[in-house]
């Protein structure tokens, strides 16, 4: 079969998939789109001053907000450690892993166990 003959078997079948699946001028009817607006919480733009807070702020709020964060349950240093870690290898998170270590430290301090 050459193309010509393939074109002229193609479009009437194409033709009649695009009329039956264009939208009525009912559905159009029903369909209507209406802007709505979404009053989110406040919270702390950035997270409290410390040692660690700069890396935490520059890396960590690209993703998440501090509330998120601080909602977290306390976790001990590994587990700290293994989230940043997930956060980069499974989320592709762009953590440099030399800032890694800083991030955990000042996580651990604010929602940390011992």
Known sequence: ?????????????????????APTSEAADRLSLKSVSVDLP???RMFPDGPGSAAA??????CH???????QPAL????????????????KAP???KVVNGIVDYLVTIKGTR
Request: aromatic share 6%.
């Open 1 to 21: 079969m050459n193309r010509a003959s393939a074109l002229h078997r193609i479009f009437p079948i194409a033709l009649v998939a695009s009329v039956a699946l």
């Open 42 to 44: 406040l919270g702390d």
């Open 57 to 62: 702020n520059n890396h960590c709020l690209a």
């Open 65 to 71: 907000s501090v509330g998120m964060v601080l909602n």
């Open 76 to 91: 001990p240093r590994a587990e700290w450690l293994a989230v940043v870690e997930k956060m980069r290898t499974a989320y």
């Open 95 to 97: 953590i440099d892993p």
